[in-house]
């Protein structure tokens, strides 16, 4: 596969990913933030429920998305090292400091699998490597 099909893939990846986490009832604050120092492919705010008696916290989530056609490379997680959780944490900080964010916030993994005509998603939440 060449690189421009690589980008649409990821990209229908993405979008696929960031309405999955809407119907979740995560609303989506950015797609594709970049700096020079790198990208998160999307970034979101939900509610964290710490008990059954509190209405939650808010919480700011920095998506890494993950596309796959097939099974080369093995699944979406194993795509995500500790470079690139970090690389997210790091654009997560900018995003917070240009946006005034002091809230908790978290890294999360999208695995979407595209090998049929129904994609298939996954979400793990508050990966740490």
Same mark, same amino acid.
Not at 1 to 5: E, L, T
């Given at each position: 596969?060449?690189?421009?099909?690589n980008k %649409?893939?990821?990209?229908r990846g993405?979008? @696929?990913? =960031?309405?999955? @986490? =809407?119907?979740?009832g995560y609303k989506i604050l950015a797609r594709n933030?970049?700096?020079?120092?790198?990208?998160?492919d999307i970034i979101a705010r939900t509610?964290?429920?710490v008990s059954t008696s509190t209405r939650g916290d808010e919480v700011v989530v920095f998506v890494e998305v993950k596309t796959k056609t097939g099974d080369r490379y093995g699944e979406p997680w194993e795509m995500v090292n500790r470079w690139k959780v970090e690389q997210v944490m790091r654009m997560g900080e900018l995003w917070c400091r240009e946006y005034g964010w002091t809230g908790r916030v978290r890294v999360d %993994?999208?695995?979407?699998w595209l090998e049929s005509e @129904?994609?298939?998603?996954?979400h793990w939440e508050? %990966?740490?490597i």
């Open positions: 596969m060449g690189k421009q099909q %649409v893939t990821g990209n993405e979008t @696929l990913a =960031a309405e999955y @986490l =809407a119907r979740k933030y970049r700096s020079k120092w790198g990208e998160v509610r964290v429920h %993994v999208v695995g979407v @129904l994609p298939r998603i996954e508050s %990966v740490e």
